[in-house]
C-alpha cells in the first residue's frame, strides 16, 4: 500500500512539474503590468476565461499590430 501511495504521489508531481507550459489549443498573453501569465483559446478585447486562472477576466488591446503569433493584450484589473 505504500509502495502506491508513493507511485501515485511521484506520478501527480511528475505531471503538474510543467504547469507552466502553454497547452497547444491556447494562446498565452502576459500582462503588461505584472508580467502575469494568462491563457485562453481565442482572445479578444473584453472578457474572456482564463484557462489558467479560472476565472473571466477583462481584456483591452494595446498595440492592435498583430504580431507573428503573438498579439500584445493588457488585462484590466
Given amino acids: 500500500m505504500e509502495k ?6 511521484l506520478l ?3 505531471v503538474f512539474e510543467d504547469d507552466d507550459k502553454c497547452p497547444p489549443n491556447y494562446k498565452e498573453v502576459v ?3 505584472d508580467s502575469l501569465r494568462h ?3 481565442d482572445p479578444i478585447e473584453g472578457e474572456n476565461w ?3 486562472h479560472n476565472l473571466y477576466e477583462d481584456i483591452r488591446i494595446v498595440n492592435s499590430k498583430i504580431k507573428t503569433e503573438k498579439i500584445d493584450l ?3 484589473h
Avoid: D, E, G
Fill in 39 to 41: 491563457w485562453y483559446i
Fill in 74 to 76: 493588457s488585462l484590466i
Fill in 50 to 52: 482564463c484557462w489558467r
Fill in 12 to 14: 501527480t508531481v511528475a
Fill in 4 to 9: 502506491l501511495i508513493i507511485t501515485l504521489f
Fill in 31 to 33: 500582462c503588461s503590468k
